[in-house]
C-alpha cells in the first residue's frame, strides 16, 4: 500500500516508521527531520517488538499533491484545516485521521472528496531528535467509519496496520471511542503539561485528583451529546494509557516544553465548550483550560 503520513511528528514518524517496514511510506514533515531521514533513515527506538529499527522512508518537507492509496494525518487538530486545504491539491483514496481532539474528521471531509475515516492511536512516542523516534509506550490504533458502523475500507487499512506489525482493532464505533479517547487526553495531557510530569504521575496523589476528575467530567458531557461511555469505562480507559505510556512525555507537555501552542482548544475547550451547549458545568475542564490559555498567553502564543 502507498501510504503518506501528513504532518509526522512524533507520533506520525512512530506510525509511520513501522508501517514502512510493509507498506511504501512517504513521511510529510519538518525540514531537519526529512534532511536526518533522507540521509540516514528513521531510527525507531524504544518500546518497538523486533524487526528493522532503522528504516528508510520517502520524506519530503512539501505535502501538496500527494499520489497515495492512503494519508494518514497527524497534523495538530489546530492544523487540520491547511491540511486539509493541501490534500485537496492531490490524488488519495483515503484518508485516516490519528490526531487529538475532537472535530478533526469533520474539518477534513468538509473540504476533500475521499472517504475520511476516524482514528485513535494511544502509542507514547517522542522525537528524540531528528531522523530519531522513541516509542515510549506500546498503545492501540483504532480506526473506523466516522459515524460509526461497518466499513470494508477500514477493514482493509486495518489489516494493512496489522500487516506492518502495529497493534489495531478496526470499531464499529468510533464516536465513543473518540469521546474515550478525548476522556483520556483530557485528564492526562493539561495535567502533566502543567506540572511538569510524565503521564504516570496521573495515577498517583494528589494529579491523579485533578485527571479523574477531568476524566469524569469528559464522559458526563460525552453522554449529554448521546454517546454510551460511562465514567467507570473512561476513567478505567485513562488509567489504562497512564499506565501503559508511565515514562511518556505526553504530547502537550512536549508542546509546552517546546514552548509550542498547544491542542487544549481540541481537547479540554472542547469539553467545556460542548458542557455549555448541554447546560452542564464543566469546572475542572474549565481551570485546566484557563491555565493553559494562560501559559500559552504569556508566550506570546495566542
Ligand atoms: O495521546 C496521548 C498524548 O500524549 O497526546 C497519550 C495517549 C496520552 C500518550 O501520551
Redo the contacts with the bound molecule.
Sequence with gaps: MEIVVFGAGS?GSLIGGLLAREHDVTLVAREAHVCAVRESGLRLEGAIDGGPSRIFPAATTDGTGPEADLVVVTVKSFDTRSAAETLATGSVDAILSLQ?GMGNEATLAARLEVPVLAGT????AILQEPGVVECT?R?EVVLGARAGGPSPLADRIGEAFVAAGLEATVAKDMPRRLWE?LA??AG??PVTALTGTE?GAVLEEPATDLARTATRETARVARACDVSLSNREALAAMVD??EA?AA?????R?DVLAERYTEIDAINGYVVDRAGEAGLEAPTNRLLTSLIRTWERGRGLR
Design positions: 507520533l487529538n492511536a494511544t502509542y507514547g509506550g498503545g479517547k483520556v487526553n492526562i495531557n503521564n494509557v497512564a505510556t511518556n512525555t505526553s504530547s502537550m512536549q
